[in-house]
């Protein structure tokens, strides 16, 4: 019994170990999963009508990355305005700061010049050579995720049937209805799960950009859009999401209630985004219970960074599901979902 015990924990230990170090590979790969898994259906139904397998995946692929395409042009048009005006809102930010250096020295009886010399060591502390080095790194990370990715999704596509069969004979012929089963659920799971997040992202960006508006805030859509997608980004999200038109407002209206008028609009936002919106629109389509969902989007966090974070629910999700039907992993099954014993 205590060598059994024993062995999992050394092999769940070795699990986690191989998915921290082979991040490269399994993230681009997860991601790619389930976006072959949300096109799938389109592929589908072009393949009944007679087409080419290779065109009907080249078809799917082309409409959707050309959607993209055309809503990154509309982001970064509207970006654009807020870059051509970026140097003037420096110039008014460093007008600020300087006022609350000004006042804080009056304030705590402290030399202007010791805390801008402060200011200036955390600067060069911050953006060093090291992280420039890192950021640089970075970049080409993601230039080559963006870049595997569409690679791993028309292969994912093509070799589909493949895929399953191989699924099929490794848990051998006896469960082949079950390993459908399964398969199908997770695909429904996905479909369902993403769409919810669609309609996550186009309510909030409409709440956000409409609320700025009435608020005068510039740059709304702008701003609107990517706090949307920010929101997709568990806790740091939010933060960053509202932190920005917060430092627009201080800089472009004359009264810093307006700052504290948006904050209290994000504030306001999110709670109805965590009470309505996600339980009835996002988290119904996965029936994990909000500890699992936090200790998942943490555990995935701590291994993967920030990719980690927006794929645990889904990959937790499909964990649940896989051990709702597997009898000795049912209890584990049950710890995961939503529904609270009588």
């Known amino acids: 019994m205590y060598v059994k015990t024993v062995l999992v924990i050394l092999g769940l230990v070795a699990f986690v170990f191989t998915l921290y170090i082979a991040q490269g590979i399994i993230i681009p790969l997860v991601f790619a999963t389930i976006l072959a898994i949300v096109l799938h259906p389109a592929v589908s139904m072009i393949i009944r009508l007679k087409v080419h397998r290779v065109v009907a995946i080249g078809l799917v692929m082309l409409l959707t990355f050309s959607v993209i395409a055309l809503f990154g042009t509309l982001l970064y048009s509207q970006a654009s305005r807020f870059t051509e005006s970026f140097p003037k809102l420096v110039d008014k930010f460093t007008q600020i700061i300087n006022q609350l250096i000004f006042w804080t020295s009056g304030y705590f009886d402290i030399s202007a010049n010791e805390i801008t010399q402060w200011i200036t060591n955390t600067k060069n502390e911050l953006i060093g050579s090291d992280e420039i080095g890192q950021t640089i790194v970075g970049v080409g990370s993601i230039l080559a995720f963006l870049f ?83 929101n997709l980004i568990p806790y740091l999200g939010s933060i960053i999401a509202a932190s920005m038109p917060m430092i627009i407002a201080i800089v472009t209206k004359p009264s810093p209630w307006f700052a504290v008028l948006v904050l209290a609009l994000y504030i306001f936002i999110q709670f109805i985004d965590n009470n309505y919106i996600v339980p009835k629109i996002v988290a119904s389509k996965v029936k994990l219970n909000a500890l699992a969902s936090i200790i998942a989007v943490i555990t995935f966090g701590a291994l993967w960074g920030i990719p980690g974070m927006l794929v645990a629910i889904p990959l937790t999700a499909i964990a649940k599901l896989i051990f709702d039907h597997i009898k000795p992993l049912q209890s584990w099954g049950f710890l995961l979902g939503d529904n609270l014993p009588d």
């Open 148 to 230: 595997l990715i569409p690679v791993y999704v028309f292969m994912i596509l093509f070799y589909q049937p493949l895929l399953i069969e191989f699924l099929h004979r490794l848990f051998g012929e006896n469960n082949r209805s079950k390993v459908s089963e399964i398969i199908n659920q997770i695909k429904t799971l996905i479909q369902r799960y993403l769409i919810g997040l669609l309609f996550e992202v186009v309510i909030i960006s409409f709440l956000y950009t409409i609320g700025l508006l009435i608020l005068g805030i510039e740059y709304a859509l702008v701003l609107g859009i990517l706090g949307a997608l920010l």
